[in-house]
């Protein structure tokens, strides 16, 4: 079984501040882990992933993340937000499964970025 | 590479009737997910398919959905006698089923019951 757990709902930053999204998972097995980004009234787009090389990975748009096993945690961090990056951010962790590997997403955080 | 598309983008029914969706996958991927997205929720699983095979069905996936993809390319998502709860964003995803087998979404079509 495997879940994920995002701190916070909403998370509200001035333009050039840092950007901080909290994710937990949980996971019998070693995790995929994955940030999505969804802009309003579109798909998912994906961010970057982990996939057990590199501890910190680099995305795109400036965002990276850093898996640390010992937290089971995969926070998403840019160190200057800009008034683009106001989005829906999914973290979600997948696994081997029946020769696929679904991801199961958390419930999403909606990044605010105020000028 | 033109990603996944889906259609239609939007649709309003009337509770009760049966409305169909169509997703088309990146070309060389044989994998294909359908994800329902409700207000304030991350997608939840409801089925995926290898080529035309339909390898996963989530309990989510109610007797009134069917999805189908008879020749392996393209999806459709059928639900029938629609009700107020289905209400939701309908996402598609495809992946090559290699390496880390990552998903890639479509941009949805949004479905409201009236």
């Known amino acids: 079984a495997q879940s994920v757990t995002q701190l916070g709902s909403h998370v509200s930053v001035s333009e050039g501040a840092l950007v901080l999204l909290r994710c937990n998972y949980s996971?019998?097995?070693?995790?995929?882990l994955f940030w999505y980004v969804q802009y309003p009234n579109q798909g998912l787009q994906l961010l970057l992933k982990?996939?057990?090389?590199?501890?910190l990975v680099k995305g795109i748009n400036g965002f990276e993340a850093e898996f640390k096993k010992s937290e089971t945690s995969f926070h998403l961090t840019k160190p200057s937000a800009h008034m683009s990056d106001a989005a829906e951010y999914f973290c979600?962790?997948?696994?081997?499964?029946?020769?696929?590997?679904?991801?199961?997403f958390g419930r999403g955080t909606s990044l605010i970025v105020h000028p | 590479d033109t990603g996944v598309s889906q259609d239609p983008r939007h649709k309003i029914t009337k509770r009760g009737q049966n409305v169909t969706f169509r997703c088309d996958p990146i070309?060389?991927?044989?994998?294909l997910y359908w994800y329902r997205q409700t207000l304030g929720q991350g997608p939840e699983f409801l089925t995926y398919?290898?080529?035309?095979?339909?390898?996963?069905k989530s309990r989510l996936l109610s007797d009134r959905f069917s999805a189908e993809r008879p020749k392996g390319s393209f999806s459709t998502l059928e639900i029938q006698r629609t009700e107020q709860g289905d209400s939701a964003m309908y996402l598609c995803?495809?992946?090559?089923?290699?390496?880390?087998?990552?998903?890639?979404f479509g941009p949805g079509t949004r479905l409201t019951v009236l």
């Open positions: 995803a495809s992946s090559s089923g290699k390496g880390t087998d990552t998903q890639y």
């Open positions: 996971s019998s097995v070693p995790p995929y």
């Open positions: 982990y996939t057990s090389a590199a501890t």
């Open positions: 979600a962790v997948s696994g081997p499964r029946g020769g696929s590997y679904i991801p199961t």
């Open positions: 070309s060389e991927h044989n994998r």
């Open positions: 398919f290898q080529n035309e095979a339909q390898l996963e």
